[in-house]
């Protein structure tokens, strides 16, 4: 008996990979998160705040102040895709084009006055997604098949905004 391994679809494979970017609290935990989603194609295509930057580049600027948080909470406030073509002539929904807006909360290790110090990240993420013809699946022992995902993000445009929660973004909004 066989069983075929069921990928998700496009939204959910990308909230699932920005979660586990804006999770990761070790070096490795970060490369494998970021490695899994962005193509590691030389012409991979990013604008990152309206600016066109490197593969790398990006790289650096999510991991900026990274591994210093003790805790995160990723919520998505939006997904939209549009299935794509995975070389069959048939709209997929496993690749294509997705934005997602989303927020995240990120408590540092860094107390001040005995409190952890808290981050918010909002953003909004277009991704062109489609299969990586430089990924091969693994070869097992005995033809055994394990889990391959062959697909990465080819072109990405993002807009980041990463500020400090302080003690006045609490009461915005209250009046006295």
Do not use: C
């Not at 997929?92 to 918010?120: D, H, M, N, W």
């Not at 097992?140 to 990465?152: C, M």
């Amino acid at each position: 008996m066989t069983s075929a391994i069921v990928l998700p679809h496009l939204d959910k494979w990308a909230q699932g990979h920005i979660t586990a970017i804006t999770k990761a609290t070790t070096q490795e935990e970060f490369d494998s998160a970021f490695d899994g989603f962005v193509a590691a194609d030389p012409d991979v295509d990013i604008t990152f705040n309206g600016v066109k930057i490197s593969r790398q580049e990006y790289k650096n600027r999510l991991q900026t102040e990274a591994f210093r948080e003790t805790g995160a909470e990723v919520v998505f406030n939006g997904t939209v895709q549009v299935p794509g073509d995975d070389g069959s002539n048939v709209p997929s929904p496993y690749v294509g084009e997705a934005g997602i807006f989303y927020t995240a909360i990120l408590a540092e290790g860094i107390l001040v006055l005995g409190a952890p110090q808290e981050r918010q990240v909002t953003s909004s993420i277009n991704i062109f997604v489609k299969n990586d013809p430089s990924l091969k699946p693994p070869t097992l022992p005995g033809g055994i098949r394990g889990f391959f995902d062959p697909r990465r993000a080819f072109r990405v445009n993002q807009v980041f905004l990463d500020r400090a929660n302080t003690a006045s973004d609490s009461s915005a909004g209250t009046s006295t």
